[in-house]
């Protein structure tokens, strides 16, 4: 049950302006909370200490969301690897310090699931984290995720902090990044398809075999899963428990080829699909398993079908 001025708390939604930062603004807008803090980079740098220590001691949250990051794609996370390794310890650790000097309720910190070993068993469990070698491309974003995880934990077991982690699967949708070089499989395979419908192309080549199998969530449920969490779990639920984080994903996968020919049939391409097998082709399955967090309650709402056509509808008015 909530207190009666749970959602006049004032929020702080570090990365307010990403994508899963703006989703996570929206889901709390509309569901009544009326005292969200947001601020861009012109208003506190989260990689320098003083100015994040100066925006909590001055603006006081009594909670916080950590949405920002150092976000991008496999070539982008295996190209800067000193920038995604010191930019997102800088983000984390400043913030999550500057949370318990000001002594805030609650913490959500976000990872994603590069965090877990290349090997370890499918669907994930949480309980896998640590348990083997990371896979190589994005090991620097991965050790600062799993260094924020244990940040989180490490301020609960000294200080009783209420600060943990959710770990969301492949995520997409509006103010998803579009650019081939940075982005992510989905926005990459939409705007492809789309450019090949305008430009009157009849076959797109993509990397790979597309045999491997991935799990896609519309960024609007992690939105959700994100205000379920900071309403009805608290850092002892995790901890007591022996896990450091929650998955939060739809526990569904498709192989790449198969969400090809859906973004294809969304996009109006009516061409040849065909695969550069030279390329190559990740893991060969990746998905969450995410009976912890429906356990506790929570559940995805939209189907991937729906979820691609919101998004490509939003592209296609940006666009
Ligand atoms: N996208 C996915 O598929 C996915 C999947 C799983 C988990 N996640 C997690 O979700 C979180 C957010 O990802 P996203 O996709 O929303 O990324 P995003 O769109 O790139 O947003 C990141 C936000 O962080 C802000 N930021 C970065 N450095 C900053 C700094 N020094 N000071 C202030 N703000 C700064 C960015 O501001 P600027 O734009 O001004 O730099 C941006 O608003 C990350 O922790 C990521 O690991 C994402």
Redesign the pocket.
Known sequence: MLSENFKSKKVFI????????SAITRSLQSNGYTNLLLA??SD????RQESVESYMATRKPDMMI??????GGILANNTYRAEFLY?NLM?EANLIHAAYENGLSKVVF????CIYPKLAPQPLKEESLLSGYLEYTNEPYAIA?ITGIKLCESYYKQYGSNFFSMM?????GY?D?FDLNTS?VLPALMRKFDTAVKEGSDTVLLWGTGTPKREFMFVDDLADAIRFSLENIDAKDLYENGITHLNVGTGEDLMISELATLIAQITGFKGKIEYDTSKPDGTPRKIMDVSRINNLGWKHKTSLEEGIKLTYEWYKSKY
Do not use: E, Q, R
């Open positions: 570090a990365g307010y302006k990403g994508m899963v930062g861009d980079k506190v740098d989260l990689m950590i949405a920002a990051a150092k976000v930019n983000i976000l990872g994603s699931s995720k969301p699967t492949n995520l997409y103010f990044n992510h």
